[in-house]
């Protein structure tokens, strides 16, 4: 058996997860972007804190962050637990996409800026969700 052939699989899951990285990444940019085009306003205001306006430098940290995280979560259960790592992931990144939408609900925001800013939330799950684990074999 030729190196080649050893090396395949593990680089082109290696490309695959990378490319849901900078999917995910993009379009959090892409939505959010839309959204200032369309004159959402992004000033976010949590109880008791100043406002805050999310640019698109914090979407880009928080998506490329977040899909990391969503990754290496991965990878840890598919070293670990690897019969169980595809089922157990992809209901842990819907929980934790859910979990990641509350917020939204007591901050003080335009309805534009949740609106925008719960897609981008969404955004990160679909990529990873649809792109990260092995397909099925």
Same mark, same amino acid.
């Given at each position: 058996m030729s190196a080649a052939a050893v090396t395949t699989p593990t680089t082109s899951t290696l490309r695959r997860r990378a490319l849901a990285v900078g999917i995910a990444v993009v379009a959090c940019l892409a939505i959010w972007s839309i959204g200032a085009l369309a004159g959402v306003d992004y000033a976010v205001e949590s109880p008791g804190q100043p406002a805050t306006v999310i640019g698109a430098g914090a979407i880009f940290v928080v998506a490329l962050g977040a899909a990391l995280?969503? $990754?290496? +979560? /991965? @990878?840890?259960?598919?070293?670990?637990?690897?019969?169980?790592?595809?089922?157990? $992931?992809? +209901? /842990? @990144?819907?929980?934790?996409?859910?979990l990641s939408l509350v917020p939204l609900i007591g901050v003080e925001a335009t309805g534009g800026a949740k609106l925008t800013l719960g897609?981008?939330?969404?955004?990160v799950a679909v990529a990873l969700i649809a792109l990260l684990p092995r397909p099925r074999r």
């Open positions: 995280l969503g $990754w290496a +979560s /991965l @990878a840890l259960l598919e070293r670990f637990a690897p019969r169980v790592a595809r089922p157990v $992931w992809i +209901s /842990l @990144a819907v929980a934790v996409t859910l897609a981008t939330h969404v955004a």
